[in-house]
């Protein structure tokens, strides 16, 4: 990935729960003309509060706090900020869900830090970056319906299809087993809602890893 002009008088921030992310981006904001790097955040609503007038937000796409990707981009688009996505390597509904959502470019983190770069600059410059993995995220002729899962349903099912019991994820979560069985039957429910098999553990186990919910071991 190349670019040959410039950003000047940009402010770009980060969104990662990985606080050494923080010096990291600071230093590849550094090498771009122009940029300035005002700070990282955990979550995007502390962000926001921190940095509301920021260029662009560079953002990883698994926070601790279960936000999901799409509803992220989209409340950074609605605030005026642009969004480079910068991942370890998501399922691909994850990546189109980004896609579809706004994101000016997705770059993995195993990727030269040219790439990233590359890419502030593209979308600060107004650009649409259509990586490869953008494009298969897009193109991909795997269709998952999103089954709109809520926040809290989202991390019940990450750790139940990951192998933990109503008991455990109760004991985990502090909820009583009534209410982890409840959200169960009801992300069982969303599942079917939208077409996608949902009556065993494994195939709990299926939706969650392409979802993004749990990675698997081997797969990007």
Known sequence: MSWEGHAVG??????????????????????????EFVGLAPTVGDFL???????LAILDLRLQDGSAPDENISILREAGIATVVYTSGE???????????????VV?????????VAAVQAVLAGGNVMTA????SIDSDERLRDARLSPREREVLAMYADGHTTVSVAQRLGLSV???????KDIRAKYVRVGRESGTKVDLYKRAVEDGFIGEPGVW
């Open 178 to 184: 009534h209410t982890v069985d409840k959200y169960v």
């Open 10 to 35: 940009h402010t770009v921030g980060a969104i990662d729960d990985h606080p050494f992310m923080g010096t990291v981006l600071s230093e590849v904001v550094a090498r771009i003309p122009g940029c």
């Open 49 to 55: 509060r921190e940095h509301p007038r920021v260029d």
């Open 108 to 116: 993995r983190k195993s990727a030269p830090e040219e790439d990233l």
């Open 133 to 136: 993995d953008l494009a298969a």
């Open 91 to 105: 399922s691909r509904f994850l990546l189109r869900g980004a896609a579809q959502a706004g994101a000016g470019a």
